[in-house]
């Protein structure tokens, strides 16, 4: 059912567990700027400290192998590495950190998968014009190759960048993330855009300095709901789908793995209400250029963040500004069939992750896929005995195991999200999402394993032993 070296796995990301932001000379991020000032975090909560995994590293270990896993997906502060940003100036207690983590988990034999950028920019670079100004794709490059250099020669999977379009909205559109701009219909697809072009470059230098002898694999991380029309056999609600789809899954995953440009549904939406609205200041959505790296076939394998589902219908209009809700022109319904759990946004769909699969399977050519996140999270007072999330992970693999027997997708892992309860961004503190509790009102932040940690345990190992028998 799961392939023999099938990766089970675990995800964290450096700002949301380590804590440490001013330990042995890390520089600022964006994200202790932002979680600093007043109201932009859930009860004034930042990232200071979170589960002090900086300190702490040897507990996080000792979580990872209770569960058995034979992967761990972690993220390297930039920040942490690189101060300023570049490497004019690298912070060598940084590189110890990480080189002990890289070294501990092979030595349990846990493979890492890397992640090089999980929302944190360090704050020297915002304060250049950050994802916004096109200098950003060349210091990020320096940065990976900086990092393949150092780690890759133990390092086999890299991911160059977590979530763009989480980035590029939350943090750009929306406001609601770091660096908290607020610039809709313009900004967000703009930093898309170096995000991509980033990635691509990236992605180029290993492929030509590093593969030959390292023989890793890089991707990228894409964050998708399944998206399916609130009537299926309405033609407006069907294109409304596609028209999300192309907006979310297809913004990125398009121009990586089909044309190397951006869905066509998605240009001419944006130039459509560009029309519409009298703007003449050109297409807001970029041209890549001949010039540059080519941004297609820029993965080794599709890397897929996946949460939750939608029901999509017309009509999702700011009224006459420039948005990019007006300009995708659809808006999301919960089936209320779904049970919710903990954050009002997480309707939990297990089958629709299945669908997912297959959708991307038929649409980008049949690519090797690594679920790098998926989990479920609880608020509200503290369930050690996690009944609903011991049972979603449980219906959740049996739908990744109908991927791969049934439908053929060559799904090669699985990644909950996460190790451990963390600071999950604006909500701070008051969502879990962790496998481990961590008791953030004890000075030890001591962890305690959930029964769904005990329960994600159990499949894991009932799976190896499976795959090796």
């Known amino acids: 059912m799961f392939p023999i070296d099938f990766a089970w796995g675990a995800g964290t990301a450096a700002y949301q567990i380590e804590g440490g932001w001013q330990a042995d000379g890390k520089g600022p991020s964006i994200w202790d700027t932002f979680s600093h000032e007043k109201g932009r975090v859930f009860g ?176 990228l991380a894409i964050n998708s709901d399944w998206l399916e029309p609130l009537h299926p056999d309405c033609a407006d609600d069907i294109a409304a789908a596609e028209r999300y789809l192309a907006f979310t899954l297809g913004w990125f995953a398009w121009p990586v793995f089909v044309t190397g440009d951006y869905p066509e549904i998605m240009r001419s939406a944006i130039d459509f209400q560009n029309k519409k609205l009298g703007y003449s200041g050109g297409s807001r959505l970029p041209s890549f250029s001949k010039d540059e790296p080519a941004v297609l076939g820029t993965a080794d394998f599709f890397a897929l963040n996946y949460y939750t589902s939608r029901k999509i219908k017309p009509r999702g209009s700011c009224g006459q500004v420039l948005c990019m809700k007006s300009d995708r022109d659809a808006e999301e319904v919960l089936d209320p069939s779904w049970p919710i759990c903990g954050v009002s946004w997480l309707a939990v769909v297990p089958y629709g992750l299945r669908k997912l699969l297959k959708y991307i399977k038929d649409t980008f050519n049949n690519p090797a896929v690594y679920i790098t996140e998926n989990g479920f999270s609880q608020v509200g007072p503290l369930q050690i005995e996690d009944d609903r999330r011991s049972e979603f992970y449980k219906d959740t693999i049996i739908e990744v195991a109908k991927a791969i027997g049934e439908d053929g997708v060559n799904v090669r892992g699985y990644f909950a999200w996460s190790l451990l309860d963390n600071f999950e961004w604006a909500d701070g503190f008051s969502v879990r999402f962790g496998l481990f509790h961590v008791d953030f009102s004890d000075a030890k932040l001591s962890r305690a394993i959930y029964q769904s940690g005990q329960e994600y345990a159990k499949i894991i190992s009932k799976y190896k032993s499976s795959q090796s028998g």
């Open 44 to 219: 004034e909560q930042n990232g200071d400290v979170a589960c002090n995994s900086y300190e702490l590293w040897e507990k996080d270990l000792e979580c990872i192998q209770q569960l058995g896993l034979t992967h761990y997906r972690l993220s390297l502060s930039w920040a942490r590495l690189l101060p300023d940003g570049t490497t004019r100036h690298v912070n060598q207690k940084g590189v110890q950190y990480y080189n002990k983590v890289i070294d501990d988990l092979l030595t349990c034999n846990v493979s890492p998968m890397v992640t090089l950028y999980h929302f944190d920019l360090p704050q020297a670079l915002q304060d250049q014009g950050g994802w916004k100004s096109p200098s950003i794709v060349a210091l990020f490059d320096s940065y990976a190759q900086f990092c393949f250099q150092t780690f890759g020669d133990r390092v086999k999977l890299w991911i160059t960048i977590n979530e763009p379009y989480v980035c590029a909205k939350l943090g750009h559109e929306d406001g609601v993330h770091a660096p908290g701009l607020k610039e809709p219909g313009i900004a967000a697809y703009v930093v898309g855009h170096n995000m991509l072009r980033a990635h691509a470059m990236a992605w180029h230098s290993y492929d030509s300095f590093y593969r030959p002898k390292q023989r890793g694999a890089v991707s």
